[in-house]
């Protein structure tokens, strides 16, 4: 079993930044990833991140303004989001892969442990 929990949302204007993290507990598992679900819309894939650390993958629309990264000795994950839009307003889950350990656009179906949510609100 893993759990996760996520922090750090809030509301930020428009070109704002914001830092998240998941700390994660439990037995040992495998690449994690951030997903956003706006509000009507579908849950989407933001980041991965490798179970090595040295490979991440971004879905286009924040390619260049978040990072993902992680700390292993704390076990927690973060994503750095910069030059913050409205359509960035979601709700940001945390999650970790059924299976591998690399780093690329994960499916929803894809992820196995998830977290409760942060609320990440943009204002413009």
């Known amino acids: 079993q893993v759990q996760l929990v996520e922090s750090g949302g809030g509301l930020v204007q428009a070109g704002g930044s914001l830092r998240l993290s998941c700390a994660a507990s439990?037995?040992?598992?495998?690449?994690m990833g951030w997903f956003r679900q706006a509000p009507g819309k579908e849950r989407e894939f933001v980041a991965a991140l490798s179970w090595s650390g040295e490979s991440t993958a971004y879905a286009d629309s924040v390619k260049g303004r978040f990072t993902i990264s992680a700390d292993n000795a704390k076990s927690t994950m973060y994503l750095q989001m910069n030059s913050l839009k409205p359509e960035d307003t979601a709700v940001y889950y945390c999650?970790?892969?059924?299976?591998?350990?690399?780093?690329?656009?994960?499916?929803?179906?894809?992820?196995?442990?998830w977290g409760q949510g942060t609320r990440v609100t943009v204002s413009s």
């Open positions: 439990g037995r040992r598992f495998y690449a």
């Open positions: 999650a970790t892969h059924r299976s591998t350990t690399r780093a690329f656009n994960y499916k929803t179906s894809d992820m196995e442990y």
